[in-house]
T-cell receptor, first 111, second 113 residues
């Protein structure tokens, strides 16, 4: 599996867009990019995933560069409840679906 | 629709004892995965069960074992507890064994003294 690199922490003002970067320069053609987040004292929560194209859902948008070596998770209007650790995970679909979590990015949204 | 639930919420055990943690999967999900999360770290994959059989295993010793029942609820058993087993144990259910959209429970906080 491709290794991912994320900044350890980021700050964002409430109401502004939060842009969380992830580098995955060794990604291969059949590997997907997944984003999860973990709010304090809760289990991780699935946010979004993508292969090549940009994706959007009710929670966030995922922008993947054309060479697929990096991606950005965008929370368009961050709220205090978005304060969490955000994990970028790269995986190929195999016989079983294991999520390999790194240390992620701690996003702090402030008033 | 009921989400993933885990019991107990917290547990304190002594080194050398055995522990059983329980997980109830989300309705319609036939796959459950267990993870261990040490303080300040991301969750680490322990194993996955699909239709009552172990479908994959991470780098954990055999004293970590599991069961999945016909109703797709699940147990994680840990024998001969060690101090390093102190962690948050998370279970996650998914629609099938290939799905990376996993739905996590709140976890069980295990403390080994």
């Amino acid at each position: 599996d491709a290794k991912t690199t994320q900044p350890p922490s980021m700050d964002c003002a409430e109401g502004r867009a939060a842009n969380l970067p992830c580098n995955h320069s060794t990604i291969s053609g059949n590997e997907y990019v997944y984003w999860y987040r973990q709010i304090h004292s809760q289990g991780p929560q699935y946010i979004i995933h993508g292969l090549k194209n940009n994706e959007t859902n009710e929670m966030a948008s995922l922008i993947i560069t054309e060479d697929r070596k990096s991606s950005t998770l965008i929370l368009p209007h961050a709220t205090l409840r978005d304060t969490a650790v955000y994990y970028c995970i790269v995986r190929v679909v195999t016989g079983y679906s294991t999520l390999t979590f790194g240390k992620g990015t701690m996003l702090l949204v402030s008033p | 629709e009921t989400g993933v639930t885990q019991s107990p919420t917290h547990l304190i055990k002594t080194r050398g004892q055995q522990v059983t943690l329980r997980c109830s999967s989300q309705s319609g999900h036939n796959t459950v995965s267990w993870y261990q999360q040490a303080l300040g770290q991301g969750p680490q994959f322990i194993f996955q069960y699909y239709r009552e059989e172990e479908n994959g295993r991470g780098n954990f010793p055999p004293r970590f074992s599991g069961l999945q029942f016909p109703n797709y609820s699940s147990e994680l058993n840990v024998n001969a507890l060690e101090l390093d087993d102190s962690a948050l144990y998370l279970c996650a259910s998914s629609l099938d064994r290939y799905s990376y959209e996993q739905y996590f429970g709140p976890g069980t906080r295990l403390t080994v003294t």
